[in-house]
């Protein structure tokens, strides 16, 4: 899909202007979104697949960007977790 420049221009602008948090939190939420959109087509073209089957397909297709998602999602949730205490 082609882009303006200006359109491009204006996304990456609102993009410094967010914090390193938000920009964190909207790539989790692209990743999560990615993964639900990859669990559906499966579903789709496998209606009768089991979960385990389903986390296999899923695995292939992503690889260990899901292990490392998971991981990264433990690790920033324990610091937000941290952060609320402090607060």
Same mark, same amino acid.
């Given at each position: 899909?082609?882009?303006?420049?200006?359109?491009?221009?204006?996304?990456?602008?609102?993009?410094?202007?967010?914090?390193?948090?938000?920009?964190?939190?909207?790539?989790?939420?692209?990743?999560?979104?990615?993964?639900?959109?990859?669990?559906?087509?499966?579903?789709? *073209?496998?209606?009768?697949?089991?979960?385990?089957? *389903?986390?296999?397909?899923?695995?292939?297709?992503?690889?260990t960007l899901i292990e490392n998602q998971e991981l990264i999602n433990k690790m920033f949730?324990?610091?937000?977790?941290?952060?609320? *205490?402090?607060?």
């Open positions: 899909m082609q882009y303006s420049k200006e359109v491009e221009q204006r996304y990456y602008d609102k993009l410094r202007q967010m914090s390193g948090e938000e920009r964190m939190k909207l790539g989790f939420a692209m990743c999560d979104f990615a993964m639900s959109l990859a669990k559906v087509s499966i579903q789709y *073209q496998f209606p009768n697949i089991t979960e385990q089957e *389903q986390k296999a397909k899923t695995k292939e297709m992503y690889g949730l324990l610091d937000l977790w941290q952060k609320i *205490q402090k607060a």
